[in-house]
């Protein structure tokens, strides 16, 4: 956004001599400022000279606090004794202050207002003035040529004047409405001839001024070293001068600056700090535009959610303002992100068209088109979208802007490529490179490899297409260190993971199947690797992504979920509107929570440079070397044709193409959750003989295809199955393995990835974790599942007199913390939720709060292992990119080798059962694997379904996490098998029991 | 021909608690149970906030708790009776059908008869959640 003009004066100009409005002056409060002001006018007999020396206090507080400068303006135009010339310069002041706070509207009323007094008194001087203020404005309103009339009139006056600073003024204004109207290198003359006419050793403001959107103009030509030299000299210009607002305008306009070089998480940091200082000045335009440039970086960062929610805060806020076309400008980002998001947008794009036709803005037209051309191309209307992508190339290319011009190059190499011409696809790319000349944003580096290397693919060069491919892979490492760390690198690689399928894709069809592995590896869980590495190297809880000042929405939304649980549970019914304004108002919640979330970890995460520069990709070699010869690990991968599997032991290496998509596996995946989802309705039916064979029957078809091509290939005691995206949550441990089960033959865990696997292995070697700490369970039961202490007693017991029970209000968040670091085995059993829609709310109860994946983020981790005895504790959002985002993405960066959690919603029975059995084997030191088995063992006996006895995945390292003493099972206690199975409550509805035992 | 005659509902997970025995703190996908005569019939209802295209009904009919309705006719209707999909249950009484429309109902052709069970419109949010 350009800066306004300053008034003109000298920012060396004495100081004045004091005057009886000095105690206004100095009054802080604004509104008592202007009382006194008010009563020293009326008082004085000068009152028109005092009125000028408000004027001229208005004039100082115009950049430093509008809002007082509009007042004091006001308080000296209001004034009965003053002349029609001085209530013309206030109201000028006035409409100057109410462009500061983004009020163009009202500001021409008052510039026009002025112009009527002025007609009067036939002041040349001040008519060219107040000519020259009104030009901004009627460009922010799209009245050009009431603007340029304007120019012209205050031009002729001070010509005729030879005031070579008021031309200057001028100059700068019709750079600026060049500038509005996409045409910079005219912009760019007119501030030259604006700074021509400025001595270089005086108007240090000016020359700031000029400096700042001619820096505006370069940045949108390219013209990088020259923009960010100007930008330095105007910010230093200001700050000498003590003029904040401004100097946050120029951050603002530095944040773009660096979001165009794909410096994310600086123009994140930057945007916080102009958006802080427009809300403490009630900068309406500001902020608007903040929220628009956010919109694009959202955009461009792959969180289209986010994106839409800031483009409607910009269309609105412009729309308050009346700058109707930077509205349609949130418009088109609210369209885009509609797309991305994989809708389709209604019909703002005509409406935006228009606008920009109307402002004469040929680069904001040929968005449109580009956005259009993305639309017909979707629906397969290749004729269109030509003619469309056409368009818009040229509307780019002559405004100049060579970066969008490729942009379009690219959606038509696309075109070429969809239309079996891949030598023309390859022409015009290599073409756009030659352009772009080095110039290359860094996203357009990696789309024209990217789109270089389908062409050659196509073309049938399969070597060079693949090689192409792995450098925009590498070209997308080096670019994603400027994301801010988690939540948008996630989204960032999410909206990259194309680019990863048709590499691995590229690499295997080249013969490649090692690199095609190591690349697969690249893609996954990426971001969480980023943090596991920043974890390793700085052994710090994740400070970085604490919330700062979203406390208010938690304890909201905290409020809202205990209110939900109850009425879940059958213990506080709601009616039917109250549970539905509850829902509405936790899913309002939820979404600001997460957004208020993500933008505070991306601005204090000043420093993700040396982040992804930290994360070494693992290779193979390296993930063998480190593989024990009791391990083998699976990886899935979702390319273009179907699922892949890389199965990797100590000593070999194998690829295979599975011959299964993956929404067939999706849709044997929802067969089994909806077996599993009979549980909570219909427990009879659930548990019959009948379910069993059901579920085991699709278990069995899943099982053939991810395990069939390869199950001769794991021939080692512990199977470690890093999933693909469709993958996620499929109990392989429980597929059918010849008449029994898998798990009975094979130890199962579960890990993101191979380097998070590593990752976990590692912290049982580096001795971080506590070998000798007591045992912690944390225990909140309730009626809904009383079990739940029973099952704390038992664990507690099971390991030994130095175990530590804290139940009901002892179970705080503060003990967790406590008992996380100094605890050898942490045990939480209590209530726990998945929340789909912001998975990193997901979240375990405990006495004093919901404790869910930013509250582990801050703990530091030191058991050996975490076990989370409560409803679909482990479950998490899986983006496309493969990172988990759930509870158990907080444990395994808090610093746990291993989790073991819930994928389902479990029975408070069977739950307490396979606890039970699990710790009584571990506390007699068989390891975390031994008593899995015994675990499942135990309550498959009593409850065959895998609903009850697969719920529980590892996840991490499995070995380790034997018991300190080796002794036999507490004898005191009840053993598993005595546990008393309660009718659920479901037989109210149905007249059936939930749980339901064989035997 | 007589139309065919209407199920019971017996119970919507959108309209009642989910019940005590469970440590989960929020209601399960939407379920509901229908009885017509001998027969039961249970469903997933598809998620409110899934895009049309992924609308798919997971369904089992039995005729008592170890007797599955095998090659039993099932469609989906929509709010005008409009057939919009249909499939046979397989050999467990189970089937998988795409429910385009927001609102409708399934219709069961057994041997003896059809039968309608409707399916009364969610009442959750969008957002699936809770």
């Given at each position: 956004m350009n800066i306004g003009t300053t008034p003109r004066t000298p920012v060396t100009a004495a100081e004045p001599a004091p005057t009886p409005l000095d105690a206004a002056f100095a009054e802080p409060d604004t509104r008592a400022a202007v009382a006194l002001l008010r009563a020293e006018l009326s008082r004085s007999e000068q009152s028109d000279a005092m009125a000028e020396l408000i004027i001229k206090a208005a004039v100082n507080q115009v950049r430093r606090d509008p809002r007082r400068a509009f007042a004091f303006a006001r308080a000296a135009a209001a004034h009965g004794n003053a002349t029609p010339q001085t209530v013309a310069r206030a109201l000028r002041v006035a409409g100057g202050a109410l462009v500061s706070l983004g009020r163009p509207r009202l500001a021409v009323a008052h510039y026009d207002r002025a112009l009527r007094l002025l007609d009067v008194t036939a002041d040349a001087g001040d008519l060219a003035a107040v000519e020259v203020k009104r030009i901004h404005p009627l460009s922010l309103l799209g009245r050009h040529a009431e603007a340029l009339a304007a120019a012209s009139r205050a031009l002729r006056i001070r010509e005729q004047l030879a005031d070579a600073i008021g031309i200057a003024e001028i100059e700068i204004a019709l750079g600026d409405q060049r500038y509005r109207q996409d045409h910079y290198r005219e912009a760019l003359r007119h501030y030259t001839r604006a700074r021509n006419c400025l001595a270089p050793d005086k108007y240090r403001r000016l020359r700031a001024i000029v400096d700042c959107n001619s820096a505006n103009c370069l940045e949108a030509l390219q013209r990088y070293g020259a923009a960010s030299r100007l930008f330095e000299r105007a910010r230093a210009a200001f700050e000498k001068d003590g003029l904040r607002p401004t100097v946050a305008q120029v951050d603002h306009n530095r944040a773009y600056f660096a979001f165009v070089r794909g410096r994310y998480a600086e123009a994140l940091t930057l945007y916080e700090r102009a958006e802080a200082i427009s809300t403490e000045l009630g900068d309406e335009r500001q902020l608007a535009q903040v929220a628009l440039e956010r919109a694009e970086v959202h955009l461009q960062m792959g969180m289209p959610r986010d994106a839409r929610r800031q483009a409607e805060i910009a269309a609105e806020r412009f729309g308050r303002v009346s700058m109707v076309k930077e509205r349609a400008q949130s418009l088109v980002l609210q369209a885009l992100a509609t797309i991305v998001e994989g809708g389709t947008p209604d019909e703002v794009l005509d409406e935006a068209r228009a606008v920009f036709t109307a402002e004469g803005s040929g680069v904001w037209v040929a968005e449109c088109d580009l956005l259009a051309a993305a639309g017909a191309e979707s629906r397969g209307e290749l004729l269109t979208a030509r003619v469309l992508a056409t368009s818009a190339h040229d509307g780019f290319a002559r405004a100049g802007r060579v970066a969008r011009a490729v942009s379009a190059d690219i959606v038509l190499a696309r075109l070429d490529r969809a239309a079996g011409r891949p030598l023309d696809a390859l022409a015009r790319l290599d073409g756009a490179t030659d352009r772009l000349g080095g110039l290359a944003g860094p996203w357009l580096e990696v789309e024209i490899l990217r789109h270089r290397g389908l062409a050659l693919l196509a073309s049938g060069d399969t070597a060079g297409g693949a090689a192409d491919l792995a450098h925009a892979m590498d070209a997308l490492d080096r670019h994603r260190g400027s994301v801010p760390a988690d939540d948008c690198m996630i989204a960032f690689l999410s909206s990259r993971s194309a680019l990863f399928a048709e590499t691995v894709d590229a690499l295997l069809r080249a013969g490649r199947p090692a690199i095609a592995f190591e690349a697969c590896e690249r893609a996954k869980a990426r971001a969480l690797t980023d943090l596991l590495e920043r974890r390793a190297s700085s052994?710090?809880?994740?400070?970085?992504?604490?919330?700062?000042?979203t406390r208010r929405l938690e304890d909201a939304l905290h409020a809202s979920y205990s209110r939900l649980r109850r009425h879940a549970s059958g213990l506080d019914e709601l009616t039917v509107e109250r549970l539905a304004t509850v829902r509405r108002e936790t899913a309002s919640l939820e979404t600001e929570l997460a957004e208020g979330r993500r933008r505070d970890a991306a601005a204090a995460d000043e420093s993700p440079d040396a982040t992804a520069s930290a994360t070494v990709p693992l290779t193979l070699g390296r993930l063998q070397s480190r593989l024990d010869g009791d391990t083998t690990l699976i990886e899935f991968t979702e390319l273009p044709d179907g699922l892949h599997a890389f199965v990797v032991s100590r000593t070999s290496f194998a690829h295979c193409r599975?011959?299964?998509?993956a929404p067939t596996i999706q849709s044997r995946a929802q067969r089994f959750r909806f077996h599993l989802a009979k549980f909570d309705v219909a427990a009879a039916l659930a548990s019959s003989e009948l379910s069993l064979r059901a579920t085991r029957s699709n278990l069995s078809e899943l099982a053939a295809a991810l395990l069939g091509p390869v199950r001769e290939l794991i021939t080692t005691r512990r199977l470690v199955v890093v999933p693909s995206p469709a993958l996620n949550g499929v109990p392989f441990h429980a597929f059918p393995d010849g008449a029994g089960w898998l798990s009975e033959t094979v130890d199962v865990a579960y890990a993101p990835s191979a380097a998070v696997y590593l990752h976990c292995a590692a912290r049982d070697v580096s001795r971080r974790s506590v070998r000798e700490g007591p045992t912690t369970v944390l225990a909140v039961p309730d009626d809904?599942?009383?079990?739940i202490e029973r099952e704390a007693w038992v664990v507690a017991n099971a390991h030994g007199p130095t175990a530590q029970v804290f139940v009901?209000?002892?179970?705080?968040i503060a003990r967790f913390r406590e008992a996380a670091r100094t605890s050898r085995v942490l045990h939480i059993a209590t209530h726990g939720m998945f929340r789909p829609?912001?998975?990193?709310?997901s979240c375990v109860n405990l006495a004093d709060g919901w404790l869910d994946l930013h509250g582990v983020y801050e703990t530091d981790v030191r058991a050996e292992i975490v076990v989370l005895s409560a409803c679909e504790s482990g479950v998490a959002g899986v983006a496309a990119a493969g990172d988990p985002l759930g509870l158990l993405r907080g444990f395994l960066v808090a610093g746990a080798p291993r989790v073991l959690a819930s994928q389902w919603r479990v029975s408070d029975a069977s739950a307490a059962l396979f606890m039970e059995t699990f710790h009584l084997q571990l506390a007699a030191r068989v390891g975390a694997e031994t008593a899995l088995r015994e675990a499942r063992a135990e309550v498959r006996r009593r409850f065959p379904h895998p609903y009850h006895w697969a719920a529980f995945f590892l996840y991490g390292h499995p070995g380790g996490a034997a018991g300190t003493t080796r002794r036999a099972p507490c004898a005191t206690l009840s053993t598993p098998a005595t546990i008393a199975v309660p009718a659920s409550s479901n037989a109210r509805s149905l007249g059936r029991v939930s749980c339901v035992p064989t035997t | 021909m007589t139309a065919p005659s209407r199920a019971e509902l017996l119970l919507d997970t959108d309209r009642a608690a989910a019940g005590?025995?469970?440590?989960?703190a929020m209601l399960s996908p939407r379920q509901l149970v229908f009885r017509h005569g001998p027969h039961q019939l249970e469903i997933l209802a598809p998620d409110a906030g899934a895009e049309r295209a992924a609308r798919f009904v997971w369904g089992q009919l039995v005729a008592g708790v170890e007797a599955p309705c095998a090659d039993t006719g099932v469609a989906w209707l929509d709010g005008t009776g409009v057939v919009r999909s249909e499939t046979v249950t397989d050999e467990f009484g189970e089937f998988r059908l795409a429910a385009p429309a927001d609102e409708g109902g399934l219709r069961i052709d057994c041997a003896d008869g059809s039968f309608v069970c409707w399916v009364p419109p969610s009442r959750r949010e969008t957002r699936c959640a809770s």
């Open positions: 052994g710090q809880p994740a400070a970085a992504l604490s919330v700062v000042r599975l011959g299964v998509d809904a599942a009383p079990l009901r209000e002892q179970a705080t829609d912001e998975p990193s709310l | 005590l025995g469970m440590r989960s």
